[in-house]
């Protein structure tokens, strides 16, 4: 335990620790950044500070390459800040925007207002952690607006107060998220992992791409209130990490990829024993999943996992492609290594 | 705890207790009965012991009325038992006929050979407990048969060396079976409740009547084997059977339906949490409790359960029958208190 462990401090005495000086630095007319988005291997089911958004167990995740948020900043003058995703303007309203605004208001002197425009190559809140994607490019692209030239470690803690799987979308590659014991969160950062797995794929199976009834934030709550199953996932998730970390380390897909959907199946779990019942899978995404358990028990090395939606994605290796692509037509296929 | 709790016995010698001389009887030439399947508001899913069936946890069923098994035994002059299920002669092979025969075969003098002609007015294997109506209607009828005049306790215990949930089949209206700490599962019984609840309501949605490509017997031994969640279940299970009886004896639908639909998504979140993931519903099942949750959503009081397969089975009041089959036109509705 750290010194602090006992202590709670608020995140924007926090902020004005890390930022120091710097908050008042004079922005740039403009910065953009990109990020990648990232699939938990093992994931982050559940907060234990909700400010901070500190997690219950730390995560390991791939980051989807090519697939992510582009983010340009401007300085505008203006009362309140724009937000503009894939082109249009969204309202204040939106949870994501709303969100979105909240972070910038947290890190910026009142007066500077700014237009946002984030593009996201991958559908918002269905479950491919855009929201992921989203905030790491926020946080990327105001650091060089902002000129505060921060270390990663800090980025990511900035990145995580927007959206917990963030704090792991700052970087290409395997990327394992400490969940970290302190109260400020200054131990729950994210880092890469120095291992490469060219022959790795993911493939992304879009069941749906509109917004799910119910956002992975309250999933979560509603889950840690009212699952019992659920006080037994800390442990499971723990020494899934684990397992999966040992596993890209001895390159042993099997291993790995078995490991991450008995993870993402028994996060599933812990949703479907809340109540009320949280069920994100949609009667689709059921046949796409028995279609992989179908191919598997005929031999081939096939695994899948998801997140807090309908979306399933499949693990398997280069050698393997030609039949994923043939038993899933619309596949899309991602070469986190490329 | 009883005297011989950490003893082991077999199941030969506590037959031999339990039948005594009437195991020698001369059977008359025939003789049947009728038991109806169940549904468990509470459920058993897990064995402490195999050879005996003996669970996990206590379990609370209410029974399906006219919804059984009608079992017919005659003697017969051949060198093995005949099994006729809905008419039609079985091959050995099948599991419920293994099972079935080997059931016949320890609680009968080894020289008596049986045609068992059974009829289930719900389908095999699918999820509706046949297996339960079936084990029950046999130990009734071979009871009749053999002239043995058992009392329904040492009844309950006969049904469940053939099927644990049989031990709850004897009877009509809601059933409580004890789980018990004895080795020989004597106080592993069930016994009725003494409340009627004439204004309940089961609906079954049957998706599929298809054998289930996972038995109960297999799934649970699955689930403990390899489910880091179960290790919470038995807990959830006994907490969940004292409400719903509390319920019960207070009239209290939405707590008695809301506990047992909770129970029943707990159990099933403990099958997707093994390995390999054990999910018995069907996108169709899917679609089904979507419509549940949505119409409870608009405020009509209507609760699921689901058992080890993919059909759902609601629960409500006679008050809102109509509203309930205009939104399931193919709704089998039972009347457990007729």
Redesign the interface.
Same mark, same amino acid.
């Given at each position: 335990m750290s010194q602090n462990s006992n202590q709670t401090m608020s995140v924007a005495i926090w902020l004005d620790q890390v930022l120091g000086a710097a908050k008042n630095n004079t922005p740039a007319a403009q910065a953009s950044a990109y990020a990648p988005s990232n699939i938990a291997l093992s994931k982050y089911w559940g907060k234990r500070e909700a400010s901070f958004n500190l997690p219950v167990t730390g995560s390991l995740s791939i980051s989807l390459a090519e697939h992510g948020t582009q983010t340009g900043l401007s300085v505008i003058d203006a009362p309140a800040h724009q937000v503009i995703l894939n082109g249009e303007e969204v309202d204040a309203g939106q949870s994501f925007v709303t969100q979105l605004i909240e972070w910038l208001d947290r890190v910026l002197p009142k007066h500077i207002k700014l237009r946002v425009d984030t593009h996201n190559t991958v559908p918002t809140a269905a479950g491919l952690a855009s929201s992921a994607s989203g905030f790491a490019a926020l946080t990327l692209a105001t650091n060089s607006l902002m000129g505060w030239h921060l270390p990663e470690q800090q980025l990511s803690a900035l990145a995580r107060l927007g959206s917990g799987s963030a704090s792991r979308s700052l970087w290409h590659g395997f990327v394992k998220w400490q969940a970290g014991d302190r109260t400020d969160g200054s131990d729950s950062i994210a880092e890469p992992l120095e291992q490469q797995w060219p022959q790795l794929r993911i493939g992304l199976l879009t069941i749906s791409s509109q917004t799910k009834a119910v956002s992975s934030r309250l999933g979560m709550a509603r889950t840690i209130a009212t699952?019992? /199953?659920y006080? *037994?996932?800390p442990? *499971?998730a723990e020494?899934d990490l684990v397992t999966i970390e040992r596993a890209i380390v001895a390159g042993d897909f099997e291993t790995m990829a078995?490991t991450a &959907?008995?993870n993402a199946?028994?996060m599933?779990?812990?949703m479907?024993?809340a109540?009320?019942?949280l069920?994100y899978? /949609?009667? &689709?995404s059921?046949?796409q999943?028995?279609k992989v358990?179908q191919l598997?028990e005929q031999g081939l090395p096939l695994y899948l996992t998801m997140d807090a939606g309908p979306n399933v994605k499949l693990l398997f290796e280069a050698k393997y492609q030609q039949e994923v692509q043939a038993a899933f037509p619309d596949i899309q296929i991602i070469t986190p290594f490329a």
């Open positions: 699952s019992a /199953l006080q *037994q996932w442990q *499971q020494s078995k &959907e008995h199946m028994s599933h779990a812990t479907a024993s109540w009320p019942p069920v899978w /949609l009667p &689709e059921l046949i999943m028995q358990w598997r």
